[in-house]
């Protein structure tokens, strides 16, 4: 079983920069593919990008390409997404994904763990 634990998230100014981090443990984290997802109140979870067991692999949901990176620092078992230029759509709660697969997926029912979520806010 592998355990997820988010770090980061909070406030922040409209068009404002932040990074969440996820540390993963349980499991080799380099045979698990990572995935980021959210979810706004009232909405289904979303997903947000994901990022193979290498690192070489990554996709991204169309609202965000090009404003957020995900990446990952196998020697440090956590995986990071940097957010940029934040909107007010990305106010959501944020959750890591973890599977023990090659590549990610963007489907939140091919993961099994999760992390707790944390709470984004881009606000003026």
């Known amino acids: 079983q592998v355990q997820l634990v988010q770090f980061g998230g909070g406030l922040v100014q409209i068009g404002g920069s932040l990074r969440l981090s996820c540390a993963a443990s349980g499991r080799p984290f380099s045979s698990l593919s990572m995935g980021w997802f959210r979810q706004a109140p009232g909405t289904e979870r979303e997903f947000v990008a994901t990022?193979?067991?290498?690192?070489?692999?990554?996709d991204y949901a169309g609202s965000v390409k090009g404003r957020f990176t995900i990446s990952r620092d196998n020697a440090k078992n956590t995986v990071y997404l940097q957010m940029t230029n934040l909107r007010p759509e990305d106010t959501a709660v944020y959750y890591c994904?973890?599977?023990?697969?090659?590549?990610?997926?963007?489907?939140?029912?091919?993961?099994?763990?999760w992390g707790q979520g944390t709470q984004v806010t881009a606000s003026s």
């Open positions: 990022i193979g067991r290498t690192g070489s692999s990554v």
């Open positions: 994904a973890a599977r023990e697969m090659l590549f990610g997926s963007s489907s939140i029912y091919e993961y099994d763990s």
